[in-house]
């Protein structure tokens, strides 16, 4: 099984200054990574496929990069709306197809 | 509008059984993977496993196998989760999920809370 390790695990941002978060696959995805985003009481929201792909409707301040077994979710300019928890997700290689353990990024 | 419809709160107690739904519609439900995610309170996501409705392939994560049985139904378009004797260990949230064409969860449901108390 592929172990996803994200850090760091609470990250504190001031609105409107940059938000870097990773994300690092025990073995290569080569490029299989999606991130997610999840505010309280909401479903998670698919926000970066293919590691670096925008899903339809996400912003432009959001952006992914990385490959084998190194990711990073780039958040420039952060919004209020912005403050959530982040996974990353492998699928790669399955079953299963694991989650990060989240970084939660909070209003600093 | 893709859009996935899960099934209503559950509160249940130890030993009992269950079976949650997923719904999916605005798209051809055949040909996507819906999976399921397990979130305890206060805690991150877990994969759980996944289904092809499309002929009932279906993959559990080692984590999860034997616990849950994963099915779906074509003709009404949904996707099941089941336990057969619910312990207070399984209270969670949990979310269906469909694997877009990349393989991204890329369409989620709302979420179906399940308590198991005595």
């Known amino acids: 099984e592929i172990v996803m390790t994200q850090s760091p695990a609470t990250l504190s941002v001031s609105p409107g200054e940059r938000a870097t978060l990773s994300c690092r696959a025990s073995?290569?995805?080569?490029?299989?990574l999606a991130w997610y985003q999840q505010k309280p009481g909401q479903a998670p929201r698919l926000l970066i496929y293919g590691a670096s792909t925008r899903a339809t409707g996400i912003p432009a301040r959001f952006s992914g990069s990385g490959s084998g077994t190194e990711f990073t979710l780039t958040i420039r300019s952060l919004q209020s709306e912005d403050f959530a928890v982040y996974y990353c997700q492998q699928y790669d290689n399955w079953p299963p197809w694991t989650f990060g353990q989240g970084t939660k990024v909070e209003i600093k | 509008e893709v859009q996935l419809v899960q099934s209503g709160v559950e509160v249940k107690k130890p030993g009992e059984s269950l079976k949650i739904s997923c719904k999916g519609s605005?798209?051809?439900?055949?040909?996507?993977?819906i999976g399921w995610v397990r979130q305890m309170p206060g805690k991150g996501l877990e994969w759980m496993g996944v289904i092809y409705p499309g002929d009932s392939d279906i993959r559990y994560s080692p984590s999860f196998q034997g616990q849950v049985t994963i099915s779906a139904d074509k003709s009404t378009s949904t996707a099941y989760l089941q336990w057969s004797s619910l312990k207070a260990s399984d209270t969670a949230m949990y979310y269906c999920?469909?694997?877009?064409?990349?393989?991204?969860?890329?369409?989620w449901g709302q979420g179906t809370t399940v308590t198991v108390s005595s």
């Open positions: 073995q290569t995805v080569s490029s299989n």
């Open positions: 999920a469909r694997h877009g064409g990349g393989g991204a969860m890329d369409v």
């Open positions: 605005g798209y051809t439900f055949i040909t996507y993977w």
